[in-house]
């Protein structure tokens, strides 16, 4: 009997380590400050940080067209 809830996808977290110009370390570290004064809930900037690259890729219109047509070029063998 099929169910209406296809099979999850593989959600084992990737490890990635990326570097970080100061300006920027700062800021993330301010918004986690800016975060937990607006949602009395402490999380470390790196807890934050996949939230806000997934926001800012859904966001991204641009990314999704291009996104869409690397994935019919691979379906297509182009």
């Known amino acids: 009997m099929p169910l209406r809830l296809s099979q999850l996808p593989d959600r084992t977290p990737v490890r990635?380590?990326?570097?970080?110009?100061?300006e920027l370390?700062?800021?993330?570290?301010?918004?986690?400050?800016?975060?937990?004064?607006?949602?009395s809930k402490t999380e470390k900037p790196e807890a934050l940080i996949p939230a806000m690259l997934e926001s800012f890729?859904?966001?991204?219109?641009g990314f999704k067209r291009a996104r869409k047509s690397l994935s019919n070029n691979a379906r297509t063998g182009d």
């Open 57 to 61: 890729l859904g966001s991204d219109t």
């Open 16 to 22: 990635m380590t990326i570097s970080l110009d100061p």
């Open 25 to 39: 370390a700062t800021a993330l570290g301010d918004y986690a400050s800016v975060y937990e004064r607006t949602y």
